[in-house]
């Protein structure tokens, strides 16, 4: 069953939502996706980034708050003297909300399959909240296949700001991986604030991760192949996981399986630095009225972080994990970045990709939705789910399946050759689909 819209493949017309791009070679000497749509006629160059849209450049999209160190305060948060349990009671009543208008979302045709199986790890990292069975991961087996080998994973982390959300809330983000992909999904339920404040959430991710790589051959899939991806909050998490991983002993965490090798990191409008309070944030934002309500994310930072800390202890890389150093950054795998004009988090993310940049050998596709605004790729209760998240979701695995090597028989073509490698990746038949349903 389709269960996203038709959108632009090889010989369509451009789609006008697609707007930023940047590709970059990898560390092996390999080619990193080109990820252009087949009308742009030149290859852009690794350090230009350019939008579809004429009126638009790079710099005009980058902004930097109107302050000096010296001058910045600390954010004073309405909920700071608020008790936990009026906290509390507040997140529950929008998580109960926000997971009804998910259930809707996920019954809007086309409508996206249900996880296959469900899964119940243990917390072993968490000092404050540990326990046999507390993490549940949703999982998306791909159908039946005549042997190939091993299939690939990506471990999934759902957003929500760390107070609402689920694993299914991705569950056409899901599907778009299994179907175009052949992998195994997981999309993990981490423990959610203000009952599970910072780093709890981070450090279910960790577990996840390493208890899921211990259990590859049950799965069908090869360890070494295991891309992780997440949206806002998760996006957050999913790297933040990745720099645990490299340095558990920073944070005095003793792991309990082996570090898997990660393929690389799909990140949708991540949260990427808190030492930037939430006004100063809005400040940068082409449309500040299209940001997350201060009421609401007033709420995810008191529930998220608690204790409170100060802006300037807000360095942890846990939490504002754009901020590694350049030796760990100079480890990181494969990145697709995906943000989107309309957000307080879009500068964080240009800032974190210029680092990557910057670092010698590393893989970037870098693209920003046109004129859409934070989590636009969730459609609201009943409403039509919009082409470019068909289009945006393409780009991903399209990325994502370069860095795994399923281009490997057209690796050395030109990039004249992109629509033909476009087509060896499925999406064609699953949009076929999506075309026979209308």
């Known amino acids: 069953m389709p269960f996203l819209p038709t959108t632009t493949v090889a010989g369509d017309a451009p789609d006008p939502n697609a707007v930023l791009i940047e590709s970059k070679p990898n560390n092996k000497g390999g080619k990193a996706t080109q990820a252009v749509h087949d009308q742009i006629p030149t290859i852009i160059e690794p350090t230009t980034v350019q939008l579809s849209s004429a009126n638009n450049s790079y710099e005009h999209l980058e902004k930097i708050p109107d302050v000096v160190e010296a001058d910045r305060v600390d954010y004073i948060n309405p909920f700071a003297n608020s008790s936990r349990w009026y906290v509390s009671m507040r997140a529950h009543a929008i998580r109960s909300a926000a997971g009804m208008a998910f259930s809707l979302s996920n019954r809007t ?23 046999k069975d507390k993490i549940k991961v949703d999982v998306w087996m791909p159908p039946p296949r005549i042997a190939l080998g091993p299939r690939a994973a990506v471990i999934n982390f759902h957003g929500g700001g760390w107070i609402l959300g689920a694993g299914t809330d991705d569950s056409r983000w899901a599907a778009a991986v299994m179907t175009s992909m052949d992998a195994v999904v997981f999309s993990v339920n981490y423990r959610l604030a203000p009952a599970h404040p910072f780093p709890t959430p981070i450090e279910d991710c960790v577990d996840a991760i390493l208890q899921i ?26 790297l933040s996981s990745w720099v645990v991983l490299q340095e558990p002993q920073r944070w005095d965490y003793e792991l ?44 995810i930072d008191a529930s998220y972080v608690y204790p409170e800390i100060p802006r300037k202890q807000c360095d942890d890389w846990r939490l504002s994990p754009g901020l590694v150093d350049d030796a760990t950054l100079a480890k990181l795998p494969p990145v697709h970045l995906c943000l989107c004009e ?45 082409e470019s998240v068909a289009a945006e979701y393409t780009e991903a695995t399209l990325a994502m399946a370069s860095w ?14 992109l629509p033909t490698k476009r087509l060896r990746l499925r999406p064609s038949a699953y949009f076929k689909r999506s075309r026979s349903a209308e």
């Open 342 to 386: 309309y957000d307080m988090l879009l500068q964080e993310g240009l800032r974190f990709a210029k680092r990557v940049r910057a670092c010698p050998d590393k893989t970037l596709t870098l693209r920003v939705v046109s004129q859409e605004k934070h989590a636009w790729d969730k459609p609201l209760p009943l409403a039509a789910v919009k």
């Open 404 to 417: 795994l090597g399923q281009f490997h028989d057209t690796d050395n073509d030109s990039m004249l050759s």
């Open 109 to 131: 045709v086309p409508a996206p399959p249900v996880p296959s199986q469900c899964l119940w790890l243990d917390s072993t990292l968490s000092a404050a909240f540990p326990g």
């Open 213 to 238: 790589a211990a259990r590859a051959d049950e799965f069908g899939f090869d360890p070494n192949r295991i891309v992780l991806s997440g949206f806002s909050a998760g996006a957050s998490n999913a």
């Open 256 to 299: 309990p399986q082996p570090v898997p090798a990660i393929a690389g990191l799909a990140l949708f409008y991540p949260v990427l630095d808190w030492t930037f309070t939430r006004p100063e944030k809005r400040s940068t934002c082409h449309r500040p009225d299209l940001t997350l309500s201060p009421g609401l994310t007033d709420l």
